[in-house]
T-cell receptor
Framework: AQTVTQSQPEMSVQEAETVTLSCTYDTSESDYYLFWYKQPPSRQMILVIRQEAYKQQNATENRFSVNFQKAAKSFSLKISDSQLGDAAMYFCAYTRGSNYKLTFGKGTLLTVNP | ETGVTQTPRHLVMGMTNKKSLKCEQHLGHNAMYWYKQSAKKPLELMFVYNFKEQTENNSVPSRFSPECPNSSHLFLHLHTLQPEDSALYLC??????????????FGSGTRLTVV
């Protein structure tokens, strides 16, 4: 069974600084997809970034980038120039593909200090 | 508004009540999901529907009864719930596997409290 592990229950960062959230996963599949989702207090689960396992290049979305290490089954999220609005619960998630379930980690609560 | 709408936003019900949660998407997605989010736990998948057919039931107690009348609507019927069923219930949808990229779109959830 696929599992997703986020080892940092809580993290904090100063505004404008950089923070990295960790995620490891376990799968026997060779093709799969990884996601980072953000859930602010509004409860809306918002997609931050997506990575296809067959792509070697790390995904980037503005201030958000990932370090995808397929052999190590590691998928960390780097947030640069942190903003107050980045404060939220961040979930790492895995799926074999569309129409398959998403398996989530337990989440990391990110606090951004002014 | 993300494209996936869940109603009601909040629900308080007694253990003997019967209620239903509703999820609606007009994104053209073919798969819909129910997740349960409890405090201190990972999101738990409950049910998966593909093209209106249930393809996964993650050992969910029978007091939760899903219904998917078409690809745009998903219901979760609740009856004789327990206090430990209190949680945030999230609905999500995803499109069929044709082309890239794809993603899952979530609703804002229904906060359920069982008293």
């Amino acid at each position: 069974a696929q599992t997703v592990t986020q080892s940092q229950p809580e993290m904090s960062v100063q505004e404008a600084e950089t923070v990295t959230l960790s995620c490891t996963y376990d799968t026997s599949e060779s093709d799969y997809y990884l996601f980072w989702y953000k859930q602010p207090p509004s409860r809306q689960m918002i997609l931050v970034i997506r990575q296809e396992a067959y792509k070697q290049q790390n995904a980037t979305e503005n201030r958000f980038s990932v370090n995808f290490q397929k052999a190590a089954k590691s998928f960390s999220l780097k947030i640069s120039d942190s903003q107050l609005g980045d404060a939220a619960m961040y979930f790492c998630a895995y799926t074999r593909g569309s129409n398959y379930k998403l398996t989530f980690g337990k989440g990391t609560l990110l606090t951004v200090n002014p | 508004e993300t494209g996936v709408t869940q109603t009601p936003r909040h629900l308080v019900m007694g253990m003997t009540n019967k209620k239903s949660l509703k999820c609606e998407q007009h994104l053209g997605h073919n798969a819909m999901y129910w997740y349960k989010q409890s405090a201190k736990k990972p999101l738990e998948l409950m049910f998966v529907y593909n093209f209106k057919e249930q393809t996964e039931n993650n050992s969910v107690p029978s007091r939760f009864s899903p219904e998917c009348p078409n690809s745009s609507h998903l219901f979760l019927h609740l009856h004789t719930l327990q206090p430990e069923d209190s949680a945030l219930y999230l609905c999500a949808s995803s499109r069929s596997p044709t082309g890239e990229p794809f993603g899952y779109t979530f609703g804002s959830g229904t906060r359920l409290t069982v008293v």
